[in-house]
């Protein structure tokens, strides 16, 4: 039978986690004048913010492998590159949970954020596919996934992508001839998501190379012949995102990919400031004095930075 994964899992595990108390720096802690955002408008209408990093709600859980990675990354910078994105009204994280968990552990209280309106509907919400390398066959795959996990998998001729996630079927695997969905008994579409998890362990166990890629990019690639299979996931709501957020539940490690336009990167807060002790007042202006050293520079839709492609058009601060 398969068995689902706990919910409440913590987002950073124990030992990454200094000693000292969080959000204390030589003993001295921002004097608590409230905890509410510290807000300062930012170039081309951005809303940049320095959050507390405790009031801030989670929908992803963190990969301690990828939180200990950018934890060296930015202790070595001593700047947090990219501010996160952070719905002003929930405060629920939409893109950056690795980051506030790492400056969480690098003993900052604060995270430097944009502030958006979730509930603008130029903000999109998509979902990755998993690509499959390394089978000899969907059939073969599906054989083995059967008699040495216990999955339950029916073929079917055609599916549509928003029958995934739809109650019996969790997810669907796809060789772009035929459809393979997993059937399951679930709740909701955080209980889909965890046979997602599931389903993808057990690939990797057996050996099969799994890749995250977009909706788009992956049929474009299995229809290429570059990859030979596609895992095909449930694609969840906004109001999924801050239902699982708001009650203290996360959803697995890419689940999804919000499209934000006017996403802001390069603002490069230094570590001083996001861990600075003493009145509210000097951080505001500390933090204000940065933002009004920035220019905006717009780069359209398709751009790559850092190796990321973004569907969205950004805006680099410089």
């Not at 807000?39 to 939180?67: F, I, Q």
């Not at 083995?144 to 549509?160: A, T």
């Not at 009004?292 to 190796?307: H, N, T, Y």
Request: one cysteine or more; charged letters at 30%.
């Amino acid at each position: 039978m398969i068995q689902l994964r706990p919910t409440g899992w913590p987002l950073v595990p124990l030992s990454l986690l200094p000693v000292s108390s969080r959000g204390c720096l030589g003993g001295v802690r921002v004097s608590d004048e409230g905890s509410s955002p510290i807000v300062v408008p930012g170039p081309s209408g951005l809303k940049l913010a320095l959050v507390d990093v405790d009031d801030v709600k989670h929908h992803e859980e963190t990969v301690p492998e990828l939180l200990l990675s950018l934890m060296r990354e930015i202790e070595r910078d001593s700047v947090l590159k990219h501010p996160i994105i952070v719905d002003e009204a929930s405060l629920v994280v939409l893109d950056g949970t690795h980051r506030v968990e790492a400056l969480r552990a690098l003993n900052c209280r604060w995270a430097a954020a944009c502030l958006v309106d979730y509930k603008d509907p130029s903000i999109r919400l998509g979902c990755w596919y998993r690509t499959l390398r390394g089978l000899s066959s969907l059939r073969a795959l599906v054989d083995r996934l059967s008699h040495e996990f216990g999955f339950v998998l029916k073929e079917r001729q055609s599916l549509r992508p928003d029958e995934v996630g739809v109650p019996p079927i969790a997810l669907a695997l796809t060789d772009g001839r035929e459809f393979i969905s997993l059937i399951a008994e679930f709740d909701d579409k955080r209980e889909a998501w965890e046979l997602v998890e599931l389903l993808e362990t057990a690939l990797r166990k057996i050996g099969i190379e799994v890749e995250f890629e977009d909706e788009e990019d992956a049929m474009r690639k299995l229809s290429a012949g570059e990859v030979d299979a596609v895992l095909m996931t449930p694609k969840v709501l906004k109001q999924d995102v801050l239902s699982i957020a708001l009650s203290g539940q996360v959803f697995p490690h890419k689940t999804t990919r919000h499209i934000i336009p006017n996403r802001p990167l390069f603002l490069n807060v230094p570590l001083g400031l996001l861990r600075a002790g003493g009145p509210r007042q000097a951080l505001e202006e500390a933090f204000r004095e940065l933002v009004a050293s920035k220019r905006a520079r717009c780069l359209p839709p398709g751009s790559v930075v850092d190796g990321r492609r973004y569907e969205e058009p950004i805006i680099i601060l410089e």
